[in-house]
């Protein structure tokens, strides 16, 4: 896929609540059943639009901040390819377990905190393959971060390292390259309206 950080400027708008703090992650050939069995989650509900997650989400970490509540739903990609998109308010589960999430498939997860703090991972089979912070993206790791690398800059984050770099691409590039990654294509039509199946699990 050839995304760009222009194809998710939609990110940016203020009156988006997902993007003040969250976490999206992809995985590859798993149902959304799969993906909360793997989380160890327990069942909470089932939730239309992801602002429907929002005071939920809230509400779990209100009575225990080692609780995430996690949405999942089916999407597909440009292929028809079929992979489970997690979604999580101010959580980072998908983040912190990507590794482990991505034994027998491919993972793709990025979180950011309220203070534009985060973390971008790719994880195939166990393995981490490329990981950085997307406010510092010329500082990466992992076995794929030189082939990584090049989607990046494709994706429009700047990865210079003066004072000077441009960092109002932060955000919708992460999105940008979770696509080229994934072939998944997300939208705000998709989020809004995708059917979640919801579970409580523990952050590590």
């Known amino acids: 896929m050839d995304a760009t950080a222009e194809d998710y400027a939609w990110v940016r708008n203020e009156t988006l609540r997902l993007t003040d703090a969250y976490c999206l992650t992809l995985t590859r050939g798993l149902s959304p059943d799969e993906v909360l069995t793997r989380w160890t989650a327990r069942p909470h509900s089932v939730r239309r639009g992801y602002e429907e997650l929002i005071e939920p989400a809230y509400e779990v970490a209100g009575r225990d901040l080692s609780d995430v509540l996690v949405g999942v739903t089916p999407v597909k990609d440009g292929d028809g390819g079929d992979w489970a998109l997690a979604v999580e308010i101010n959580g980072y589960l998908g983040s912190s377990t990507a590794v482990a999430l991505s034994r027998g498939t491919r993972v793709v997860s990025h979180f950011r905190n309220v203070n534009a703090v985060g973390r971008f991972h790719l994880a195939e089979d166990g393995v981490e393959k490329a990981v950085f912070d997307p406010l510092f993206p010329a500082m990466r790791f992992g076995a794929m ?25 932060t955000l919708p590039a992460a999105f940008a390259l979770a696509e080229r990654l994934t072939g998944v294509r997300l939208t705000l039509g998709l989020l809004t309206n995708a059917e979640y199946l919801c579970g409580v699990a523990r952050l590590p």
């Open 145 to 169: 971060s030189a082939a990584v690398r090049r989607e990046m800059r494709a994706a429009g984050f700047d990865l210079g390292k003066g004072d000077d770099r441009d960092l109002s691409v």
